[in-house]
């Protein structure tokens, strides 16, 4: 059997069974790397609205909001090393290749306790060359590209800084800010409160300041590190047990970590809200210097974790408390 066959293989796999694949007992044999969780307005109606920044910015805007898919986790090492090792083979070309969370080693297969830490050490660059490779290894049209090309190579900094994004493909990619901050504060009573940390709320969907920050969030008054995918909340049994990913509390969308563990990035160059045009994408600026991070993370640099909160990295940084997830138009 050819080696990309076994990748692909093993990547079918791992994403079905990733935990009995790699014989971690303390891991759920349910979880899934991709887990895409719908978000928008309900059937029949044609768009959500929110404000941005409410709460949480001086300036705010109104945003309108269609269906879109985001993935329940950060994106995990043991995808990231899947997929990097199946584009590599097909021509891909990356900048970095990813470690295991805060302390893993670069590039290294997926150990037994850091599988499932998300994917950290990679620029924006490598993640929408990425998002390409996976929306290629699973058989849907990738979003990103350059002069119709499709973007392959993570080291052509000047192509990937003027990339198109083809919302209308079906192809995972990174989401927009308006998208982030949505799936962050969404609840089913509405909206919480974008000064408030993603997921602190009550049963029915209502803020809860009361809540503590650490039942929702990995942050750095709680941790030194990162820590295994939707664990935060998690009550550890004993400091050699591994948690298992999705163990711990999410938000009113059910996601997680959409506050804390590794910041994560966004599509949009960094700007001013502006309003737009009712029912318009909002995508941000066409040309930039930083690419917009939203959620806060595990690291003291980056602590401000509320769902409003916001960052701005040169699409060329790469840290140990900075990764991201992944969505689909469809």
Request: proline share 5%; glycine share 10%.
């Amino acid at each position: 059997m050819k080696k990309t066959n076994i990748i692909a293989l093993t990547f079918a796999v791992l994403v079905a069974l990733p935990s009995a694949a790699l014989g971690n007992k303390s891991e759920s044999s349910s979880f899934s790397d991709i887990n895409l969780v719908r978000l928008g307005p309900q059937e029949g109606v044609l768009y959500d609205t929110y404000v941005i920044g409410e709460n949480s910015q001086s300036m705010t805007a109104t945003r309108w909001i269609t269906e879109f898919k985001m993935n329940k986790y950060e994106t995990t090492y043991n995808l990231w090393y899947i997929v990097r090792n199946y584009a590599e083979e097909k021509g891909y070309v990356f900048q970095n290749p990813g470690q295991e969370g805060a302390y893993g080693r670069r590039g290294k297969a997926p150990t037994k306790d850091g599988a499932y830490q998300p994917v950290t050490m990679v620029s924006w660059y490598d993640v929408i060359v990425w998002c390409n490779a996976l929306s290629e290894m699973m058989g849907r049209t990738p979003c990103y590209y350059h002069n119709n090309e499709i973007l392959r190579d993570a080291t052509d900094t000047a192509s990937c800084d003027l990339a198109e994004c083809k919302w209308e493909n079906d192809g995972y990619r990174l989401p927009s800010e308006t998208e982030w901050e949505y799936a962050a504060r969404v609840t089913k009573a509405g909206y919480q409160s974008g000064g408030l940390v993603s997921g602190q709320i009550t049963s029915l969907g209502l803020d809860n300041p009361s809540l503590p920050e650490g039942k929702v969030a990995w942050f750095d008054a709680n941790t030194d590190t990162t820590h295994t995918v939707g664990t935060a909340g998690t009550v550890f049994k004993s400091d050699d047990m591994t948690p298992a990913p999705g163990s711990g509390n999410p938000n009113g969308a059910g996601l997680y970590d959409m506050s804390g563990n590794v910041l994560e990035y966004c599509w949009d160059w960094y700007d001013v809200y502006t309003e737009i045009t009712p029912g318009e994408r909002a995508a941000g600026p066409r040309f930039g210097a930083e690419r917009i991070c939203r959620g806060g993370s595990w690291s003291s640099y980056t602590g401000f974790i509320y769902a409003g909160d916001r960052y701005g990295f040169d699409p060329n940084e790469f840290y140990n408390y900075l990764g991201f997830r992944f969505c689909t138009s469809k």
